[in-house]
């Protein structure tokens, strides 16, 4: 009993120290912001959108462990309404705007959120059938 305790323990992943998240984060926005003025002007691209592109690479070719990521993205999404004050203070001084093409905005906020569920839906359906047909791999969920 004691011998499958101790396996258990060496199993269970430890996570990070915080400074050493905060130091994973802090690179990738460094490479993002290196790599966000590669592309064309006409097509410009945000240093924090490479930045989870980036992330999301790195976490699913196991280069980084989620475990080494996981508290400090935790205490990022618990602050997110706070870093999104700005912006309404901003949206509220901008109500002029809002009372001259408050329908149009509305229209095309609820037209774009539609076609991202549906593409997104439509890619993922993709993949699951590229992983089930090309690779013969089991497609269920594990929990």
């Given at each position: 009993m004691a011998e499958k305790n101790d396996v258990s323990q060496k199993t269970e992943a430890k996570?990070?120290?915080?400074?050493i998240q905060m130091g994973i984060f802090a690179a990738v926005l460094f490479i993002s912001s290196l790599i966000s003025p590669l592309f064309p002007v006409s097509f410009p691209v945000p240093t924090p959108v490479i930045g989870?592109?980036?992330l999301y690479l790195l976490l699913t070719l196991h280069i980084v462990k989620v475990e080494w990521v996981e508290q400090f993205a935790n205490l990022m999404i618990s602050l997110i309404a706070f870093l999104?004050?700005?912006?309404?203070?901003?949206?509220?001084a901008s109500l002029n705007i809002m009372k001259a093409q408050g329908i149009q905005l509305v229209a095309v906020i609820v037209i774009s959120t539609v076609i991202l569920l549906v593409v997104v839906s439509l890619?993922?359906?993709?993949?699951?059938?590229?992983?089930?047909?090309?690779?013969?791999?089991n497609v269920d969920i594990d929990e």
């Open positions: 996570p990070a120290p915080i400074l989870l592109v980036l999104f004050v700005p912006s309404g203070i901003q949206l509220t890619v993922t359906t993709f993949f699951i059938k590229i992983k089930k047909d090309v690779f013969h791999s």
